[in-house]
């Protein structure tokens, strides 16, 4: 099985950029379908982007289109999230999970078999 370590997050201001990453190990990150999730306090846990294993299909969440990018480098077994533009309502624990399932992008989070134990990214304004 892969295990799958965060980084990255941290405290910016409004409109500041940051850049997750999630390092996998165990099995190659393009045996993998991945997705970045966040879940704010007293929220459900949403997902924000996924990307297909090859990295040639990509889906985000509406409050993130056009603000944020997710991108893989099987070769270093990284997934990356760039968050531009940041607002306040996007603080969270931010969390990159993987799915054997299916070859395309994966957008419900019953499908995911593997996370990362989470980075908080807080906002403020």
């Known amino acids: 099985q892969v295990q799958l370590v965060e980084s990255g997050g941290g405290l910016v201001q409004a409109g500041d950029s940051l850049r997750l990453s999630c390092a996998a190990s165990?099995?190659?990150?393009?045996?993998?379908?991945m997705g970045w999730f966040r879940q704010a306090p007293g929220k459900e846990r949403e997902l924000v982007a996924a990307?297909?294993?090859?990295?040639?299909?990509?889906y985000y969440a509406n409050s993130v289109k056009g603000r944020f990018t997710i991108s893989r480098d099987n070769a270093k077994n990284t997934v990356y999230l760039q968050m531009n533009s940041l607002k306040p309502e996007d603080t969270a624990a931010y969390f990159c999970?993987?799915?054997?399932?299916?070859?395309?992008?994966?957008?419900?989070?019953?499908?995911?078999?593997?996370w990362g134990q989470g980075t908080q990214v807080t906002v403020s304004s």
């Open positions: 990307i297909s294993r090859s990295g040639g299909s990509t």
């Open positions: 165990g099995r190659p990150l393009g045996s993998y379908a």
């Open positions: 999970a993987a799915t054997s399932q299916g070859l395309g992008v994966r957008i419900a989070r019953y499908e995911y078999d593997y």
